[in-house]
């Protein structure tokens, strides 16, 4: 089981704290006055986590050369109430001199569609690419 516990600190900013005393600050302030992630942000950044951990190890545990990695992903949220993220598309960027394209693409599916928990618990269309630098 995971447990959180979340503090208030002002009207729209709050603090979450896990089990182990790790702290996260949430604000859902205006973006000209935002100093933390908003909860939909922190949602987006979860699922784009969630799937680069077993990414990364994947493509170590194939001895194929891991220089960097990086993931950008946007999400269109719906008009009415309650805003969910209808679609999310996730692109996956990974330096390395050796691994070749349909390796990265089997490996990027089954991060995101089978092995990422967050993505299987979300009610949204989640797409994804990659691209392979040199």
Do not use: W
């Not at 194939?62 to 960097?68: I, L």
Request: hydrophobic share 40%; aromatic share 6%.
């Amino acid at each position: 089981m995971s447990a959180i516990t979340l503090k208030y600190k002002s009207d729209e900013e709050f603090v979450a704290e896990n089990e182990s005393g790790n702290k996260l600050d949430i604000d859902m302030l205006p973006s000209d006055q935002k100093n933390h992630q908003s909860p939909m942000e922190i949602l987006l950044s979860a699922v784009t986590a969630c799937a680069a951990v077993d990414i990364v190890s994947m493509i170590k545990k194939r001895r194929k050369t891991f220089v960097d990695f990086t993931a950008e992903a946007e999400g269109n949220r719906q008009d009415e109430h309650p805003r969910r993220f209808a679609d999310i598309h996730i692109k996956y960027i990974v330096t390395s001199p050796d691994l070749k394209d349909e390796e990265l693409e089997r490996i990027v599916d089954l991060a995101v569609s089978k092995y990422c928990s967050v993505a299987a618990t979300l009610n949204s269309n989640i797409t994804h690419s990659f691209e392979i630098v040199r």
